[in-house]
């Protein structure tokens, strides 16, 4: 059975620096990578999504990498800002025929002014 | 604008009593799915559905029923809910592109 984990569970950063957020999973026949941000109170808001069949994706300040064979991916974050606080979230698709995502925990990221 | 609602938004019902939560996609996806988050636990999958009339148990079902009759609806069903079904619950789309659509969530306590 697919499992997904994010580490560290809590990361708090200064403004304006860079970080990294950690996403592994235990399965590489993966379909896609999804990584998705939520707020306090909130649904959850896709950032990213990465087919099996790339290596990373960007949006802005974000930077998402996968590795498949190591069974890993990373969030990279340029340039932190408070507004950037929130739970991240990386989820996986087992295949092209699967409807199941299997989701990590998260990493509760706060930027401190 | 492409969202997902549900209704309600918060819920506290009494153990047993009949409850359902909507939701509603304006984006044509035939892919929709209802997921529970919990502390320690992380989200996980109650039920999904594939289409109109085509729907299969996620991780979770124990405790919950579903019905897709139109494409843009799948509510979620507790016909007797119980004390471990309090919960943050989420509804989502999917576009053929596989990107999920999340809603905004439904925090319900059952007493």
């Known amino acids: 059975k697919q499992e997904v984990t994010q580490i560290p569970a809590a990361l708090s950063v200064p403004e304006g620096e860079n970080l990294v957020l950690n996403c592994s999973f235990t399965?590489?026949?993966?379909?896609?990578l999804q990584w998705f941000r939520q707020d306090p109170g909130k649904g959850l808001t896709s950032l990213l999504l990465?087919?099996?069949?790339?290596r990373e994706q960007t949006s802005g300040r974000l930077n998402a990498s996968l590795d498949k064979s190591s069974g890993r991916s990373t969030l990279y974050i340029a340039a932190s800002q408070p507004g950037d606080s929130a739970t991240y979230l990386c989820a996986v698709s087992a295949g092209a025929g699967s409807y199941q995502l299997t989701f990590g925990k998260g990493t509760k990221l706060s930027v401190i002014p | 604008e492409a969202q997902v609602t549900q209704n309600p938004r918060y819920l506290i019902t009494v153990t047993g009593k009949k409850l359902t939560v909507t939701c509603s996609q304006n984006m044509n996806h035939e892919y929709m799915s209802w997921y529970r988050q919990d502390p320690g636990l992380g989200l996980r999958q109650i039920y999904y559905?594939?289409?109109?009339?085509?729907?299969d148990k996620g991780d979770v079902p124990e405790g919950y029923k579903v019905s897709r009759k139109e494409k843009r609806n799948f509510p979620l069903i507790l016909e007797s809910p119980s004390p471990n079904q309090t919960s943050l619950y989420f509804c989502?789309?999917?576009?053929?592109?596989?990107?999920?659509?999340f809603g905004p969530g439904t925090r319900l306590t059952v007493t």
């Open positions: 559905s594939m289409n109109v009339e085509v729907t």
């Open positions: 989502a789309s999917r576009a053929n592109s596989y990107e999920q659509y």
């Open positions: 399965d590489s026949a993966i379909y896609n």
């Open positions: 990465i087919q099996s069949s790339q």
